[in-house]
């Protein structure tokens, strides 16, 4: 895999990034989305609907899917990248949360505090269940917990831990006990409750929308009043961490 890439997109009004094992995926205006590879060489172009607005884009990393949330119709898609196989879910009007946990047949939304479990198959709610925990990011079984107002903590399986921040004011992303904070001018990253390394966006930009994987960091770059001129960015971790030192 390539280090530092920038790939310029033009006319097109980005503002929706996901990652999954071979694919990385950005909206394509109000019609579908881009789909590129890990290197950000564009491998397809996948036409939905006119009028797509989406709102929360969900991601399956090991198999590829991706789930498609557009509220303001109330319509679900999801679709599997390496097929383009497609199913379309209606009726889905609830502001789901950024939160998403995917089963083998299954994956599970949240909205308030109750959780909406979906079949991948048939697209169906097949079980719907109380959930007070407060999650405000995850990747799969890594949680970041909001226990009350002046306490976070870092949850997996193996551990937990009282996170250093204790408050998120800005987008977080979370992935191999990586986090990251970030809004429109900086993004900082965390090593679980160390801060490792920072990321300043060039004054002609903002930074829309950021992503961990294993070992790198998407971003979606805007130019400043005009949203139609745009960056997709892939930095690795460690050249974010030199930023530090």
Known sequence: MLGEITVPIIDNDIYVLAVTQKFVIVNNSYEGILIFNKNLEKIDVYEICSDLMIYQVYSDYNTDTIVIHDAESGTMYIICLRDKKQIVIKDQFLPYTEFCYFEENSFLLRHLDYMYKFSLLTGEVIEKKFQKEKIIANNQDEYI?????????????????????????????????????????????????????????????????????????????????????????????????KNLE
């Not at 193996?158 to 977080?172: A, K």
């Open 145 to 241: 917990i909001e226990l009350d107002e002046e306490t976070l903590i870092y949850k997996n399986k193996e551990m937990g831990i009282v996170l250093s921040f204790s408050e998120v004011t800005t987008s977080i992303d979370v992935k191999n006990r990586y986090i990251i904070l970030y809004n429109e001018t900086y993004l900082e990253l965390f090593y679980l409750d160390k801060i490792i390394g920072k990321y300043t966006v060039n004054q002609k930009m903002e930074l829309r929308k950021a992503v961990i994987d294993r070992d790198c960091i998407y971003f979606i770059l805007n130019k400043k009043n005009d949203t139609t001129e745009n960056i997709i960015h892939k930095k690795t971790i460690t050249e974010v961490r």
